[in-house]
């Protein structure tokens, strides 16, 4: 009992770390002014790989193979799985940095507190999953907050919309996957580096040189140590999804919107409308069915047990 629940303990710990880290990414990157979302995206893809492959060499705790990483590159079936995976991580991560540099961080909140109900969907259309009263309920909502998106804006509605839905697809793909965390995260991220590489060197607004040379002290630093943030919480995600139950990941996940949406209103002061307050209103409706399982298992499970 006592082993069990430190795990939980630690698990739990590992889970509030890793989406605290996600809920304050909007604060980070938003101090990188002078790249593109496409030029930063790029060059934090590559550090995020050489970080990577120095922790799995160097750490004792981040276990990589590289000879069983890279086996995976001989069937085109994983090729394309990996590509798949890569190129929805490239899109989540180019849209999360073009509405931080359009002052649209409130976006990002809304995309990411709609995620589970947009993987709830994906269950029910293309996984064929059950039809109970709590999803139908979540849908018919959800479909209402996009009418509310579409009525703020058309730009909001879409990229909130990418965002959500890449980062929930993202999600189904590597459930398919049987490889362990660390091996199946560097082989996309050797695909999106190779990428990356290509696009540096197409883009002529890039110059690497120039760009070192123009940026000041302050923005390097972030620039550098981009990859590190970018990992760190993956590897407490990790951690967390090994040592606690579902549910409470599903909990933990609201944190970072909820963080990302705070930061919007009181800290870059994005406008907040009256639509705005209606749509995270029916949002949290729209959630209420799908966290009311996990929060009553918790209830039930911690209330005493009569002898």
């Known amino acids: 009992m006592i082993q069990t629940q430190t795990t939980n303990s630690g698990g739990n710990f590992s889970a509030f770390l890793a989406y605290l880290q996600w809920g304050f990414f909007p604060l980070y990157f938003a101090q990188i002014k002078s790249l593109s979302p496409y030029q930063l995206t790029s060059i934090r893809t590559i550090l995020c790989l050489l970080t990577i492959i120095i922790l799995g060499k160097v750490s004792l705790n981040v276990k990589l193979n590289i000879r069983q990483t890279l086996k995976a590159f001989t069937s085109i079936k994983k090729i394309g799985i990996i590509s798949c995976a890569a190129f929805l991580l490239a899109i989540n991560y180019v849209v999360f940095i073009y509405l931080i540099q359009d002052n649209n961080t409130l976006a990002i909140g809304i995309g990411y507190f709609l995620s589970p109900v947009y993987k709830a969907a994906i269950g029910l259309f293309f996984l064929k999953e059950k039809v109970n009263r709590n999803k139908i309920i979540s849908l018919i909502l959800m479909s209402l907050t996009f009418i509310l998106l579409v009525q703020i804006s058309l730009k909001l509605f879409f990229l909130s919309f990418i965002l959500g839905f890449s980062f929930s697809l993202y999600g189904l793909l590597k459930k398919q996957t049987s490889q362990p965390f660390m091996e199946s995260l560097t082989q996309e991220l050797i695909i999106l580096t190779l990428a990356s590489i290509f696009y540096l060197n197409w883009d002529q607004s890039f110059n690497l040189i120039n760009s070192l040379q123009s940026e000041s002290n302050k923005e390097l630093f972030f620039i550098f140590f981009s990859g590190v943030v970018t990992l760190s919480p993956l590897l407490f995600f990790n951690i967390a999804a090994k040592k606690i139950e579902f549910f409470y990941l599903a909990l933990w996940h609201y944190l970072a919107p909820s963080l ?34 996990s929060l009553y298992k918790i209830f039930s499970s911690s209330r005493p047990k009569s002898l």
């Open 260 to 293: 990302q949406t705070l930061l919007a209103i009181f800290y870059f002061s994005e406008p907040l409308s009256q639509t705005h307050i209606y749509l995270f209103i029916i949002m949290f409706l729209a959630l209420l069915p799908n966290m009311a399982p």
